[in-house]
């Protein structure tokens, strides 16, 4: 299968994309049914050579054709077949391929999976879609083409960078992109409301399971990679507040602000404006992210190679839409009625304060991100914000946060009694601050103030929920009406709340333990030697060279015990790579639910000698366990029987309508 | 384009932007106490690493991190306050090697920026939430509810629930 | 009317966004400029390359524009700019001096011997304290002294032909016309 092909097929899915954003739309606002109707099989013209032009570069890297550039810079004949694979998205070109690729398939889900939505609403959010695959296709085959040819044909490859080939590391891009270009959807649902100016419950109904998806996907894509930064990287951490991996957060951030707002917009259509220009934020920021990484603005360790020329293009890009969504926002918002009111205690008002301190968050860390950018522009020298700086500002800002993520779920909606909801939560703080105080002091141990505070704001969560549980079950009529309740309509997102503040309280405590009692110790080791760390004893027995697929390794051997009995053996690895000859360490670790047991090899010091690095790390597992459950939430969430309705057809809405309201009433 | 790459070699001493260092090599400086260990870290950490830029000191694995380390400690031992070793590192390589933006009338946006955003956005959402409840609707009036009770078939309720 | 004009709020702060990062776009975001220029140039004293016994000092730079560059045998820019010194060197304008940072002396003589040498004298800096001192973060760099021995420019990366007729010479010639 040629390369070309590859070309070829992208040229056409262009066409097919220029089809999709063009017709449909003019025909949903001009009322010209058959302009609308294209947009389905517009939709799945766009995939089907959109796929092929991928299925094309997958085959040149499993086939080695190092004539195409991209493989020949990328891809390598010793590389495991998995690798090769991912080798796919390992750089620019590839990854924007796989960006596209994904893009067209979520616009065909939408296809499939609208079929109670009117079409010229479908027509529309198609064709935006279609518009962002424009500007993709584009910059894929006009400045990043993965299939430019290179002569002479090189005997070998330049390899997929050591660091890539991991299993985690290879499945990291697709999950975060999947969300990427997840919120591009609801980013589409937006832009057609306001350009047929009904913004109401149903379009937030719409939007919301569609927000879900993408968000439990970015949430899987986050928490991954900074496993794999944990286990790969040698050191242990695993967040740096890297321009990279803030890209990728403010969009998460966003988006969970989003989720929550539609649950306003979509309850009680109040807000709309505002979850409105969240839905756009969402995206934009997605937007922003790709553009970031790949222009050379900021410095990252993450980012892709940088050329200012493709920074510029996909500027322009950045433009076209988000200043056009924008300036469409300022046109057609003024005309959206405001929805219910409500006081200002009430879950409402709650959400929105969720949605405030979500926005500052995502606005600060923006403003640290691009600090040294504006700083260089406007000539006020270079400054560097770093780390430390981002922890603080989130420490301070994210226990704000949980306070209210404890208050929201047992308010109610329009109006919330305050003595009410006081005396429901009296218990709950006072256990939060309780178990606070108890760790912070030293009486059984070590006190440690953030301890205390991460235990408060994890249990102030826990008490909330076991509340809300509580309630339910009276609501409910005992354990036996909440089964027979399971899978009814509001059961999904209920859980799935539950879940997903069960996750954060996790992640809290995962963050905080693990920051204030890791304990690492840097030795110099001969063979036989022990040391001891965090109540462990580590001896190590010497480390010998080993010979992998494409590497070669020095590999270290360390037994570990725990009251003179032995618990693990651990064999950290420093790898020098065949063809990208930079060493690379995989540390030994012991995994285990309430602590890791880390050990990394450095250097070799002569006679048999290493330099190493021994961790104990309390409760690390639980940040990415957080993540895992934040993540089932927000599936169970989304999987809501409410998100699923009955067909409709545009001609039949008054028959279908009745029907739906006796269903709620039952419920 | 290649002179770009090509800077990029030079400064980043190992290859290509698109790496992560990853594997650091353990110096195994001395100390006195445990304390003083503590003290070299939390120092080191406040430092940029100039050369593989976002990361600090302490955790670049970069030759000139090697050698700034070793400078710290030596100055460490040599009985050298925090400030006199900061002060040291930004004469020679500006304020970019501190990781934290110091606490100037210049960086005043990036310390308070985010406080002030906060107050701004929560004044903005409180005046919203009351202008809102002003203008929304709250009940059905009297005659409004005995129509509606006609249309429905009811019998005209004995209580208004009052909120 | 200023109803409508809060919505045009968002779209307002992405322009001002798109404007810096266009002006982000010509920037370099690894560069770091020098707090030393203005300032006199660090004080050393190394042994010289050639002649380990013989030293080359601050001092030996003082009372002429003098050029400094620090360049190393594993720098690959370096020997990108090796001509552009050669060129330099050939103007007769300045005296290029040399700080070879953490190399190896037969390595370093060899590649001279092989390549040309432009440099009037060449320090040594094994362990690159020196090369701290002067804020070295990577190599190549190259700084221009003056009379006075006060640091006026620091180059960062290769030297180019254009950097060479836009910045160096137009300088250079600047500060010898000065007493």
Known sequence: MTPELGNFALILGLCMSLVLSIFPLIGSINNTPGWVALAKPAAFGQLFFVAISFAVLVAAFINNDFSVLYVAQNGNTQLPLLYKISAVWGAHEGSLLLWALILSSWTVAVALFSRALPPEIVARVLSVMGMVSIGFMSFLLFTSNPFDRVFPVPFEGGDLNPLLQDFGLAVHPPMLYMGYVGLSVAFSFAIAALIGGKLDAAWARWSRPWTMIAWVFLTIGITLGSWWAYYELGWGGWWFWDPVENASFMPWLAATALMHSLAVTEKRGAFKRWTVLLALTAFSLSLLGTFLVRSGVLTSVHSFAADPA????????????IGGSLALYAWRAPNVSSGGGFD????????????L??????????????????????GWGKISVGFPWFTAMFVIFTPFLVIIMGIGPLARWKKQDPGDIARQLRIALLLSVAAGVVMALPLFHEGNIWAGLAVMLSVWIVSSLVLSLRQRYRYRKGIAGMLRDLGSRGSGSYYGMVIAHLGVAFFIIGVTFVTQFDVEQDIRMSPGQTAELGGHTFRFDGAKVVQGPNYRADRGTIHVFKDDKEI?????????????????????????FTRDIYVSLGEALGGGDWSLRLYYKPFVRWIWLGGILIAIGGLLAASDKRYRMARVSSTAPAQATPKRFATEARS | MMKRLVIVLALCLLPVAVTVQAGVTLEAFKFET????????????????????????????????????????????AGKSDDEIVEFLVARYGDFVLYNPPVKP??????????????????????AIRRQKRTAVTDITPEQRAKLDAVLGNTPPQQDKQQ | MTRYLRYLVPLAVFMVLVAFLYRGLSLDPKRVPSPLVGKPMPEFSLPRLKDPAATLSNSDLMGKVSILNIWATWCVSCRAEHEVLLLLAKTGKVDIYGLNYKDERDKAQQWLAQLGDPYVANAFDADGRVGIDWGVYGAPETFITDRQGII??????????????????????????TP
């Open chain 2, 34 to 77: 445990k304390a003083e260990e503590q003290h070299f870290k939390d120092l080191i950490e406040e430092l940029r690493c100039l050369v593989c830029q976002n990361q600090s000191l302490a955790d670049s694995d970069a030759e000139l991190a090697h050698d700034l380390r070793a400078e710290v400690y030596d100055m460490i031992q």
């Open chain 1, 310 to 321: 493709r920074g510029l293009f996909i500027l322009v890009f950045l433009c076209i839409v």
């Open chain 1, 357 to 378: 301190l979500l926005v500052v968050i995502t606005a600060f860390i923006l403003l640290g991100t691009l600090a040294p950018l504006i700083y260089d522009a406007m």
């Open chain 2, 106 to 127: 210049a960086n005043y946006l990036i310390w308070f920026g985010p406080f002030v955003l906060l107050l701004v956005a929560g004044f903005l959402l409180l005046r």
């Open chain 3, 152 to 177: 006026r420019h620091k180059h960062i990366g290769p030297l180019t032909v254009d950097a060479l007729n836009n910045e160096i010479l137009p300088l250079i010639a600047e500060l010898q016309s």
């Open chain 1, 568 to 592: 693990a053996v651990l064999h950290p690895e420093k790898r020098t790579y065949t063809v990208q000859t930079k060493p690379m360490t995989e540390a030994g670790i012991d995994p285990g």
């Open chain 1, 344 to 355: 200002l205690l009430s879950r409402e008002t709650l959400l929105l304060g969720n949605n």
